[in-house]
């Protein structure tokens, strides 16, 4: 989709609003409730939300030097294609898809429509889930342009809720003391890895500008621009937010909370009826992420088809520019997750299920920045990463150490990513309905 939305391409303050609404979702509000009591430590926990964004941090300057290079659509997909062939690609695109859009959309939206539900009691959460898929993806199907503008606004009214729930939560007495106690043999334990793992669910969504780089004006520079200026920026807010619900409870409390810290801390450190008003303000966070999220995964079934790596009617648009098809199919897709999900399950392992997989297709992006420097060392780079070989080594570095604590600490979820991925790659004859386009 290089050459889609000519006519209203996306600039920066676009392309960084795409990046910061996706990364913004339910995870920032629930899961330090589910690691907090297993690293003990303020501090420990601070860290992870802090390592987990130099992680981000690291691979979006990486990933702005391949961006600059493959002004394409399509994100890791299109660079592991170029960089590791057709199957590679193919698995990268459609698990990246499947798990990080499809399945993130169908996790937010149930807790979503858990928290409409506490407005509309008569309202089943899938049910509520599932109008307001259908709704936003019939917006986004109308024009492009209506769902870019759509998701902007939603993307300023978070923030500013948001930054306004944050200034509250400093300005009320704190309710529990922070620590500043550091357990460094703890940062180097399996619990804190697989913290990471989770938390870094909350981070999916920096490299959101490089799925949609087709539509960005000036690629080769709005690209990196705005995957390092999104990821620094929710970096600083959610390390904020962290600490406001660390002024109102102590890890060793926090236990068990993994859908609703946010909620718990809210009403420790303010008066009234603040469930409602915290709702309002899960209600406006999640309703933003999946517009957004809808919108970039669409785009990636769009890319892959007009590949030939799934069928070409995914990547017919219309004349406003939408992906019409993908947009309903993935409706479709993620409507039937939603209903077979009858409930969250362990949310943990549901966050480590995404994660490892979309962890190991980012490496593998990542690592392509060494890989072209060595191939096609003359190849022009508009934008090339900082204190290179520092942010790709650290990048694989924490990723690697990620994987193979996880892999110990959480084997049965681990499993099932191994047993989807095999899934993914049995049924590429199927999906592949034509000869695959040579690589240019």
């Given at each position: 989709?290089?050459?889609?939305?000519?006519?209203?391409?996306?600039?920066?303050?676009?392309?960084?609003?795409?990046?910061?609404?996706?990364?913004?979702?339910?995870?920032?509000?629930?899961?330090?409730?589910?690691?907090?009591?297993?690293?003990?430590?303020?501090?420990?926990?601070?860290?992870?939300?802090?390592?987990?964004?130099?992680?981000?941090?690291?691979?979006?300057?990486?990933?702005?030097?391949?961006?600059?290079?493959?002004?394409?659509?399509?994100?890791?997909?299109?660079?592991?294609?170029?960089?590791?062939?057709?199957?590679?690609?193919?698995?990268?695109?459609?698990?990246?898809?499947?798990?990080?859009?499809?399945?993130?959309?169908?996790?937010?939206?149930?807790?979503?429509?858990?928290?409409?539900?506490?407005?509309?009691?008569?309202?089943?959460?899938?049910?509520?889930?599932?109008?307001?898929?259908?709704?936003?993806?019939?917006?986004?199907?109308?024009?492009?342009?209506?769902?870019?503008w759509m998701n902007n606004a939603l993307t300023v009214f978070k923030v500013a809720v948001i930054l306004a729930f944050?200034?509250?939560?400093?300005?009320?007495?704190?309710?529990?003391?922070?620590?500043?106690?550091?357990?460094?043999?703890?940062?180097?334990?399996?619990?804190?890895?697989?913290?990471?793992?989770?938390?870094?669910?909350?981070?999916?969504?920096?490299?959101?500008?490089?799925?949609?780089?087709?539509?960005?004006?000036?690629?080769?520079?709005?690209?990196?621009?705005?995957?390092?200026?999104?990821?620094?920026?929710?970096?600083?807010?959610?390390?904020?937010?962290?600490?406001?619900?660390?002024?109102?409870?102590?890890?060793?409390?926090?236990?068990?909370?993994?859908?609703?810290?946010?909620?718990?801390?809210?009403?420790?450190?303010?008066?009234?009826?603040?469930?409602?008003?915290?709702?309002?303000?899960?209600?406006?966070?999640?309703?933003?992420?999946?517009?957004?999220?809808?919108?970039?995964?669409?785009?990636?079934?769009?890319?892959?088809?007009?590949?030939?790596?799934?069928?070409?009617?995914?990547?017919?648009?219309?004349?406003?520019?939408?992906?019409?098809?993908?947009?309903?199919?993935?409706?479709?897709?993620?409507?039937?997750?939603?209903?077979?999900?009858?409930?969250?399950?362990?949310?943990?392992?549901?966050?480590?299920?995404?994660?490892?997989?979309?962890?190991?297709?980012?490496?593998?992006?990542?690592?392509?920045?060494?890989?072209?420097?060595?191939?096609?060392?003359?190849?022009?780079?508009?934008?090339?990463?900082?204190?290179?070989?520092?942010?790709?080594?650290?990048?694989?570095?924490?990723?690697?150490?990620?994987?193979?604590?996880?892999?110990?600490?959480?084997?049965?979820?681990?499993?099932?990513?191994?047993?989807?991925?095999?899934?993914?790659?049995?049924?590429?004859?199927?999906?592949?309905?034509?000869?695959?386009?040579?690589?240019?």
């Amino acid at each position: 989709m290089d050459n889609a939305s000519n006519d209203q391409p996306l600039g920066f303050w676009s392309a960084t609003a795409a990046v910061v609404a996706t990364m913004i979702g339910a995870g920032i509000f629930g899961a330090t409730g589910g690691f907090a009591h297993q690293l003990g430590s303020d501090a420990n926990v601070l860290l992870v939300w802090l390592f987990c964004g130099l992680l981000a941090l690291t691979g979006a300057l990486s990933l702005g030097e391949l961006g600059s290079m493959l002004p394409r659509s399509g994100g890791c997909y299109a660079y592991n294609r170029y960089l590791y062939g057709e199957t590679v690609g193919y698995l990268s695109g459609v698990l990246s898809w499947l798990l990080a859009f499809v399945g993130a959309l169908a996790y937010i939206t149930l807790l979503l429509g858990y928290h409409l539900q506490q407005f509309i009691p008569a309202l089943a959460p899938a049910a509520s889930a599932s109008i307001v898929i259908a709704l936003l993806s019939a917006v986004h199907c109308f024009g492009f342009r209506e769902g870019n503008w759509m998701n902007n606004a939603l993307t300023v009214f978070k923030v500013a809720v948001i930054l306004a729930f944050i200034i509250a939560g400093f300005s009320v007495p704190p309710h529990a003391e922070l620590s500043s106690s550091m357990n460094f043999h703890g940062i180097l334990s399996a619990p804190f890895a697989s913290a990471m793992i989770s938390a870094s669910f909350a981070y999916l969504g920096w490299e959101t500008a490089t799925w949609i780089a087709g539509d960005l004006r000036d690629p080769q520079k709005t690209l990196p621009r705005s995957l390092i200026a999104g990821t620094a920026f929710v970096t600083c807010l959610y390390l904020l937010l962290n600490i406001v619900f660390l002024r109102a409870q102590s890890v060793s409390t926090m236990k068990g909370a993994i859908d609703g810290i946010g909620l718990h801390a809210a009403e420790i450190l303010f008066s009234g009826n603040v469930s409602t008003w915290f709702n309002c303000l899960i209600i406006v966070v999640l309703i933003s992420s999946t517009s957004t999220i809808l919108m970039v995964g669409a785009r990636i079934l769009s890319t892959m088809a007009q590949e030939n790596q799934l069928p070409s009617s995914l990547g017919q648009a219309n004349s406003r520019k939408s992906p019409v098809s993908a947009l309903v199919v993935q409706a479709i897709f993620t409507i039937i997750f939603v209903w077979a999900a009858n409930s969250h399950g362990n949310a943990d392992n549901i966050l480590v299920l995404i994660g490892m997989p979309t962890t190991v297709i980012m490496a593998g992006a990542v690592a392509g920045v060494f890989i072209l420097r060595k191939k096609e060392p003359d190849r022009e780079r508009p934008f090339q990463t900082p204190l290179y070989p520092l942010p790709p080594l650290l990048f694989l570095g924490l990723s690697i150490w990620m994987l193979v604590a996880t892999l110990q600490y959480k084997w049965q979820a681990s499993l099932g990513s191994l047993i989807l991925v095999i899934l993914i790659w049995l049924l590429k004859p199927v999906l592949r309905t034509t000869p695959a386009q040579k690589e240019n």
